[in-house]
């Protein structure tokens, strides 16, 4: 049987979110054969063995397929690693921390024939919890946020919950491997996506719950990573992408155009590090107003590629 959507994950020692995105799996209401790539990039104990029970229970329809990469540790390696092992023509980009509901993987293929798209990507909900925080509900109105079905532009392009023609994926080149720490490669990869003609579409019915608690601290953390590595990069590779993410704001003070110039001293003054942490300090304490999530996230990515580090 010939499978008609590849869902694709890596992982690396999975943890009890993963057997819930495993039981997930399990419940697809799907009556097509598909296919499930794991790419077990470098566990300690090899998948197919530490989720054996798990694995034992998806439907007969699924066909189940385990690639090693050892050592691991690139994530773009990985995805590359899973689309190209992959028999289906259309890849169901996922990750390994994702619960969600048995109509997924259909609706992702009807919602692909209904709109002719090449790129189908649903929302990832981090306030999923009705204990979920200010910082998570904050999270979850960024990029299309609760953005009605339509269009969305090649800069929000995420893996994650993002079905897409592994052929585009083949013809584009893959991610590039380069971007080996936190961050970048999806939106680099949607800038080539875009500049071949590939259309982008968002479906925000198609959920499913993110279930990684990460705290603001550690966006930070990792935000101040993509900075000073992918975006970095991205920006090298890419020229004509200047500005992305507010990258123009940390550019040479008189750089053209010339009347950004005291915005530019502006953003100098807030990025210094007392202010950022100061700044991350009230927010973790009282969780408002939203406007500070949105800097301390465009800010630690900003000191990241200006080559600072807050936490010094």
């Not at 992982?11 to 598909?34: E, M, T, Y």
């Not at 890849?91 to 048995?102: I, K, Q, V, Y």
């Not at 380069?178 to 590939?198: H, Q, W």
Request: glycine residues 10%.
């Amino acid at each position: 049987m010939n499978p008609e959507i590849s869902v694709q994950v890596p992982v690396k020692n999975g943890s009890d979110a993963f057997k819930k995105f495993l039981k997930s799996l399990s419940a697809q209401d799907i009556q097509s054969p598909w296919e499930l790539v794991i790419v077990d990039d470098g566990s300690d104990i090899p998948v197919q063995e530490e989720f054996l029970q798990q694995l034992g229970k998806l439907p007969d329809l699924c066909s189940v397929k385990v690639v090693r990469r050892d050592p691991g540790g690139n994530r773009p390696a990985a995805r590359n690693t899973a689309f190209k092992a992959s028999e289906a023509p259309v890849g169901l980009l996922m990750d390994a921390d994702l619960e969600f509901t048995p109509s997924l993987l259909r609706r992702h293929l009807e919602v692909r024939e209904e709109t002719g798209a090449d790129v189908v990507m649903g929302r990832r909900i981090n306030a999923w919890s009705k204990d979920a925080t200010p910082w998570q509900r904050w999270f979850d109105s960024r990029a299309m946020g609760n953005s009605p079905s339509g269009l969305f532009p090649w800069n929000y392009f995420i893996t994650g919950n993002l079905s897409v023609k592994c052929g585009l994926l083949e013809e584009a080149g893959g991610f590039d491997t380069a971007i080996d720490c936190y961050g970048g490669e999806d939106t680099e990869l949607g800038y080539r996506l875009n500049k071949s003609g590939v259309s982008f579409q968002w479906e925000p019915e198609l959920a499913v719950n993110h279930l990684d608690n990460v705290s603001v601290r550690k966006h930070s953390e990792k935000m101040l990573e993509y900075g000073g590595t992918g975006l970095k990069y991205t920006l090298r590779k890419h020229p004509g992408i200047r500005g992305l993410l507010g990258s123009r704001w940390v550019e040479p003070v008189f750089s053209r155009p010339v009347y950004l110039s005291v915005m530019r001293l502006f953003t100098r003054v807030a990025l210094l590090g007392p202010v950022y942490r100061g700044v991350l300090k009230y927010a973790e304490k009282h969780g408002n107003p939203p406007v500070l999530f949105t800097y301390l996230a465009v800010g630690a990515c900003l000191i990241g590629l200006r080559g600072g580090d807050f936490r010094k």
